[in-house]
C-alpha cells in the first residue's frame, strides 16, 4: 500500500525552522573571533573558500543546465556523436583550475609563515601597529590531568582553569604537559597548539576585545577530556592589575611538594590561585624532574652530548651503569653545573 505523502510538507518545514533556530546558538567564532591571529586565520579560510568556490559554483550551474538542456523529452537539444575536442574548452578546463592551485599555494605558503605560532607578532590588530617597546606577557601553560595551569613568571602568581591578559598586549605563550598530550585552544585568540610532556611548544598572540572566552583541550586525553575547559579574560590594564593581585591575597603557594599534590588527575577542577610560585618550577615540569633527588632532562641530555658514559669516566666520576638514579643523579648535575660554571669564566 502506498505511503502517504500529506505531512511531508509540515516535517520540512519543522526541520528548517529547527535548523534556522540551531544557526542561532553560535557566533561562529572561528570566522568572528576577539583576537588578531584569530581573525587572520579566519580571513584565510574565507579567502580559501571564495577561491575554490570559483570552480565549484560554476561547475554545479552546468552539471544542473546540462541536465536539464539534454533531457529525453527536449528533442529540439542538439545532438553531435562526433563531436570529440574542443581547444577551447580545453584551455578553459585546465587553466582555470591551474590558476586556483597556484593562487591557493602561494596564499597557503604565505600565510603558513606569517601564522607561525613561533613567529612574534608584527602588530596588535589590523588598524594598531606593535610598539616596539611593549613588553610581551609570559605565560607558561602546563596541560595536566584533567586541568590547564597557568604561569605568570613576571607576577609570580599561577592558576589553575582561569587565564586572563590584558587587552593589545602580545602575550607569548610556553607550553608543556605532565603526562598526557593535549592541545591548548582558545578559538577567539589563536589556533590549537599541542601540548606535550619533555616538550616545549609556543605560542605568539594577542586578545583585541574585552570579555570572557572559552578555552577548551582540543585533543581527547582520557576519561577526564570533556571537562578541561578553562576561562580566558580579556581585561583592560587595571582590570588584569586587579586580577593579579587578588590572586597574590587569595593564593597559596606553589612549590614542588604543592604541584605534586595537584598534579594528581582530577576532573571538574575548580578554579585554584598560587601566591608566590617556586622559581623555576616551569623548567623541572618541562625537564621532568619535580620529585626531589631526579635527574632533569637537560641534565641527562648534557651527559649523552658530552660522550655519555666514556665523558663521565674521563672526569673521574665513576658512576654505576645506571647513571640516572636518584642515588647519583646530585653529584651528576653538581658536576655538569661546575662544568658550566668553569666554562664561562672561560668565556670572561
Not at 238 to 252: I, L, N, S, T, Y
Not at 279 to 288: F, I, K
Request: proline content about 6%; some cysteine; charged content about 20%.
Amino acid at each position: 500500500m502506498p505511503k502517504s505523502t500529506e505531512t511531508r510538507g509540515p516535517v520540512w518545514l519543522a526541520a528548517a525552522a529547527l535548523l534556522a533556530t540551531l544557526t542561532g546558538c553560535s557566533k561562529a567564532v572561528v570566522l568572528n573571533p576577539a583576537g588578531d591571529v584569530a581573525a587572520q586565520s579566519g580571513d584565510l579560510v574565507v579567502t580559501a573558500t571564495l577561491l575554490m568556490l570559483i570552480i565549484i559554483v560554476p561547475v554545479i550551474l552546468l552539471t544542473l543546465l546540462f541536465a536539464w538542456k539534454y533531457r529525453q523529452t527536449n528533442a529540439e537539444a542538439e545532438y553531435d556523436p562526433e563531436w570529440h575536442h574542443s581547444t577551447a574548452l580545453e584551455l578553459v578546463i585546465w587553466s582555470v583550475p591551474l590558476i586556483i592551485i597556484i593562487a591557493l599555494g602561494a596564499l597557503t605558503w604565505i600565510s603558513t609563515h606569517k601564522l607561525d605560532p613561533y613567529r612574534p607578532l608584527d602588530r596588535i590588530s589590523a588598524s594598531k601597529p606593535l610598539d616596539p617597546n611593549v613588553k610581551p606577557l609570559e605565560v607558561q601553560v602546563v596541560a595536566l590531568d584533567w586541568k590547564w595551569m597557568f604561569i605568570y613568571p613576571e607576577q609570580g602568581i599561577a592558576t589553575v582553569n582561569e587565564l586572563a591578559a590584558p587587552v593589545d598586549r602580545p602575550i607569548r605563550f610556553k607550553l608543556t604537559a605532565s603526562h598526557t598530550m593535549s592541545a591548548f585552544y582558545v578559538p577567539d585568540l589563536a589556533g590549537m597548539i599541542y601540548a606535550m610532556p619533555g616538550m616545549q611548544t609556543e605560542l605568539n598572540a594577542v586578545i583585541n576585545q574585552e570579555g570572557v572566552f572559552k578555552g577548551l583541550n582540543s585533543h581527547y586525553s582520557g576519561a577526564g577530556f570533556s571537562g578541561m575547559t578553562f576561562k580566558f579574560h580579556g581585561l583592560s590594564n587595571e582590570g588584569f592589575d586587579a586580577w593579579v593581585q587578588k590572586a597574590k591575597d587569595e593564593g597559596q603557594e606553589l612549590n614542588r611538594v604543592s604541584y605534586l599534590d595537584l598534579v594528581k588527575p582530577s576532573e571538574r577542577h575548580p578554579v585554584t590561585r598560587f601566591s608566590p610560585v617556586q622559581e623555576g618550577l616551569y623548567d623541572r615540569v618541562l625537564n621532568m624532574c619535580v620529585e626531589e633527588g631526579k635527574m632533569c632532562m637537560h641534565h641527562m641530555m648534557a651527559i649523552d652530548a658530552a660522550g655519555g658514559a666514556a665523558y663521565m669516566k674521563k672526569v673521574g666520576l665513576n658512576l654505576p651503569d645506571d647513571v640516572c638514579s636518584v642515588e647519583n643523579a646530585d653529584r651528576v648535575v653538581a658536576l655538569l653545573d661546575q662544568r658550566d660554571s668553569q666554562g664561562a669564566v672561560a668565556q670572561q
